[in-house]
């Protein structure tokens, strides 16, 4: 189009955009590499994918009225009795009417927050937080309250403290606490039992209700896991995002919404896709009903916990000088390099060496943290995802971004 408008030599049509879309960046994502060591995705790793061939094949066959059909706009029937009893399973007390099937977690998240949020509204967030979230937050013109976390998780004492001022400033309550409780994207902290209640307590007290998004609770290599949010909360205060991206496969993106009924009830009439496509939806019911979930799940955690200790023992032999977390779960570690190295410098660097990261900046959301202990975005983190490149590949990778560093420093 922009060249028919250019041969003509005329002027071409600028649009005048929404406000929400005018705070975006008008640049394109950059292209994949398919050359460098994949260290900035949470991407799957392709040898874990599973098989889906005879699920995908009953789908079409025995039911292809309904897979084919317009799917049921809260999602089919029996996807949401078998969310509800997976969740049941692990300590939740949800029926099928408190869930929503949508076109995974990002999707639902979205929804959320159309939801609930009006331009200049607040809302708590980690600092750092899951990047990707941090554009949909923006695009509906939020305010961001930022809360530092330990090795605890999110600190409570410090969103009290936040609380306490908003309110002594004469201002609204944030909207909602949005948190990644299990294998945090991108620290990998796991919330202590302690700390989910206190967190719950908080909220409640002052009547906000908290966003868990959990896409990795099931990614676990050892360790028991606390309770979720949502099956410690009695209040209705919990708004939980599942998916079965990280259990089954991203590109399926099939995800879920556990919320109370009048929160579904409005999310649907929200949902603007003609229901979630149920194709998806009825491989993976019947990928479960043949046993193959609860096995694949097993699989990934046994794959996913060998990338962990091979991605782990590179970081000690070639980056000693690099703290890490130790991830019990999930897809990535986060690094915390000297003060003076500059981690966007440096993921420029390490792709010129042939391995891609994501530099710690991207994960703060910008309008500085609630506390004034931890500065505003600071430049010497960054996430590495040992989920995408095999474990051979994770150890050259960790060798070029140690090379890049060397690089930079000479
Ligand atoms: C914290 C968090 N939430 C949501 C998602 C996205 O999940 P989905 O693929 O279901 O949209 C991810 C994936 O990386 C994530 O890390």
Redesign the pocket.
Known sequence: VEQSVLEQNVTAVQPVLARRAARLAATPPAAESHEAIPFDS?HAFPGVLPDLTAAAQAALTAFRAETLQYGVRPGLPEMREFIASYMNADGAKVTADEILVVN????GLDLLCRLLLDEGDSIVVTAPT?F?SIPIFRSFGVEFVEIGQDDEGMSVAELEDALRRLAAAGRKPPKFIYN?PDYH?PTAVTMTRGRREALLEVAAAHGIPVIE?S?YRKVRFEGVLEPSLKALDRRNGVYL?G?F?KLVA?GLRI?WVAAPRDVVARLVQLKSDGGTCPLTQRIILEFARAGGLERHIEKVQSVYRAHRDRMVAALNSELPEVKTTYPHGGYYVWLEFPQNVDTDALAKRAADFGATMIPGSKFFAGAGPASSKTPSAPKHFARLAYSHASPDEIEEGVKRIASALRSMRA
Do not use: E, Q, R
């Open positions: 949470g995974g977690a990002k999707h899951y990707t990644v994207n998004d896409p995002l998916t991206s991203p995800g």
